[in-house]
T-cell receptor, first 113, second 111 residues
């Protein structure tokens, strides 16, 4: 049973560029949440997708957008990258209407130069 | 004010020591409480849930005080392998699995 998988694991982008990060949730899970973790900080909630719709959103600008596909996988897109977007981006999967454990992927390390 | 606050540490302790971490949360509507563990450059992993009655898992004991909006984690007989960052996490009623993390407390256990 595959856990949460994310790609790519590491990437370097230039200011102003755009990036797409991908996530496949754990088998049987229907909800994907994205978090940003800057160095020395705890993960911060970006948004959550369920039934291919954004259900909740944290305090992130519109440059951050996402998508969920019918197979429950998800993408996080960030436009007009800033140096401050450099962080670990974590995908978390869960079953929405269940109290079961939330599982994290290993994350995508984004460096903006 | 941050929703979840923790002492950032680091806590440097010898093997065998007992160490306690504290956490406060600001939103009284917080519903569920957890401690996650994060190793360097890895993803967070659930260590344990925290219940009002207090709960224990081996060397780890978690306590919740809803009146004071305070959560604690006690680690007894520290091992080298306990070295990590410990993240205090809460969710809110209706938050549907939206986790709110503290900044984490770093623990370094030395021989």
């Amino acid at each position: 049973d595959a856990g949460v998988t994310q790609s790519p694991t590491h990437l370097i982008k230039t200011r102003g560029q755009q990036v797409t990060l991908r996530c496949s949730p754990k088998s049987g899970h229907d909800t994907v949440s994205w978090y940003q973790q800057a160095l020395g900080q705890g993960p911060q909630f970006i948004f959550q997708y369920y039934e291919e719709e954004e259900r909740q959103r944290g305090n992130f600008p519109d440059r951050f957008s996402g998508h969920q596909f019918p197979n429950y996988s998800s993408e996080l897109n960030v436009n007009a990258l800033l140096l401050g977007d450099s962080a670990l981006y974590l995908c978390a999967s869960s079953l929405l209407h269940s109290g079961n454990t939330i599982y994290f992927g290993e994350g995508s390390w984004l460096t903006v130069v | 004010r941050k929703e979840v606050e923790q002492d950032p540490g680091p806590f440097n302790v010898p093997e065998g020591a007992t160490v306690a971490f504290n956490c406060t949360y600001s939103n009284s509507a917080s519903q569920s409480f957890f401690w996650y563990r994060q190793d360097c450059r890895k993803e967070p992993k659930l260590l344990m849930s925290v219940y009002s009655s207090g709960n224990e898992d081996g060397r780890f004991t978690a306590q919740l005080n809803r009146a004071s909006q305070y959560i604690s984690l006690l680690i007894r007989d520290s091992k080298l392998s306990d070295s990590a960052t410990y993240l205090c996490v809460v969710t809110k009623s209706g938050g549907y699995n939206k986790l709110i993390f503290g900044a984490g407390t770093r623990l370094a256990v030395h021989p």
